[in-house]
């Protein structure tokens, strides 16, 4: 892709056979990203480093940026009727916009948050779902039944990632699109289409402390790798862990490989460690977009029917032949 066409989102979005209202949405969100990105770039110089000094819903120590990317990103979607509510990992609740709007959002302000301090790259995460017509905005918990909808209902997914560039990745069906911020206009141009992951890779995504913890067909698979070239793969792995899931995420979509994050004893009551509707179903939505495969290790995640807002999950995807290596250990 020649950055020279200039081919921007707006442009992009106003190509594809979409309703006015979704292309509304999205280049809010993505208006929303720019001002996050630019936050992130001053840093300490705007005083916006460290804790929050409070904890969100997960029990998560909140950073300063994990609230003010949450009131950036609500700020830029409460306006023009085209999104009938928010949910956000950082809060509690739904927020009802506007009753009659067409559109759902839901959004991880500020993915990888613990790495914000020691500047390593962090990002946005969302998904669109359509808003049912029958949607109760009476309370909260008739609020958040509008919400539980697998992720095969999803319209669009993306992601933000702030790194040295900021990359805006984006599917709305049919296929997958990455943009590059051009900081002098504050403008997503489109620099990569079609994206498509790499099948052949030696790459993999694990927290490895962790092991001890693991379910034997994670041990089993991660195992197989670590023998290399003498083992059944017949290959030598590299392991590579950012701990921010966008940049593990866009390492896959950029160089290929698998990423891990599998239920373990620590977690399994909650069902696993990342969170069904903010972070697995829009990064699902896109690695099969683009070719990959998605699974909690027993079931296509976005198969998944959410229980909660807030429901966590096992999370296994990348390059397609290494998810299913990963599955046939599960057996």
């Known amino acids: 892709m020649n950055p020279?066409?200039?081919?921007?989102?707006?442009?992009?979005?106003?190509?594809?056979?979409?309703?006015?209202?979704?292309?509304?949405?999205?280049?809010?969100?993505?208006?929303?990203?720019?001002?996050?990105?630019?936050?992130?770039?001053?840093?300490?110089?705007?005083?916006?480093?460290?804790?929050?000094?409070?904890?969100?819903?997960?029990?998560?120590?909140?950073?300063?940026?994990d609230v003010l990317s949450n009131d950036i990103m609500l700020a830029a979607n409460a306006w023009g009727g085209r999104v009938a509510a928010m949910a956000s990992e950082e809060m509690d609740w739904p927020r009802p916009v506007a009753p009659r709007g067409d559109y759902l959002l839901?959004?991880?302000?500020?993915?990888?948050?613990?790495?914000?301090?020691?500047?390593?790259?962090v990002g946005t995460i969302f998904s669109v779902l359509p808003a049912p017509r029958d949607a109760d905005w009476s309370s909260d918990a008739a609020a958040e039944k509008a919400f539980l909808q697998p992720g095969t209902r999803q319209v669009a997914a993306g992601y933000a990632i702030y790194g040295p560039s900021t990359l805006l990745?984006?599917?709305?069906?049919d296929g997958v699109a990455i943009f590059t911020l051009d900081r002098e206009t504050d403008t997503f141009v489109l620099t990569r289409d079609r994206v498509r992951i790499p099948e052949e890779t030696r790459?993999?995504?694990?927290?490895?402390?962790?092991?001890?913890?693991?379910?034997?067909?994670?041990?089993?698979?991660?195992?197989?790798l670590l023998q290399g070239e003498t083992g059944p793969r017949a290959k030598d792995f590299n392991m590579r862990w950012v701990a921010s899931m966008v940049a593990d995420?866009?390492?896959?979509?950029?160089?290929?490989?698998?990423?891990?994050?599998?239920?373990?004893?620590?977690?399994r009551e909650k069902g696993g460690r990342l969170r069904l509707m903010y972070e697995a179903n829009p990064m699902a939505m896109l690695i099969e977009q683009a070719g990959g495969a998605a699974t909690t290790g027993y079931e296509c995640i976005l198969e998944v029917m959410p229980q909660r807002l807030h429901q966590r999950v096992s999370v296994i995807l990348g390059a397609r032949c290494e998810v299913d290596a990963a599955i046939a250990c599960h057996g």
Request: proline share 4%; aromatic share 6%.
């Open 4 to 65: 020279s066409e200039h081919i921007t989102l707006a442009r992009y979005l106003s190509e594809k056979p979409l309703p006015d209202a979704l292309r509304g949405v999205l280049e809010s969100i993505a208006g929303a990203c720019v001002s996050i990105a630019i936050l992130i770039g001053k840093g300490g110089l705007a005083g916006v480093l460290g804790e929050a000094g409070r904890e969100n819903v997960q029990g998560e120590a909140q950073k300063k940026l």
């Open 106 to 121: 839901l959004f991880d302000p500020l993915d990888g948050s613990s790495n914000i301090d020691v500047n390593v790259s």
């Open 169 to 173: 990745a984006l599917t709305v069906g």
């Open 203 to 224: 790459e993999f995504a694990i927290n490895l402390s962790n092991q001890r913890h693991w379910d034997a067909p994670v041990r089993r698979y991660v195992a197989e």
């Open 249 to 267: 995420v866009h390492r896959i979509l950029t160089r290929g490989g698998i990423f891990l994050y599998p239920v373990d004893a620590r977690n």
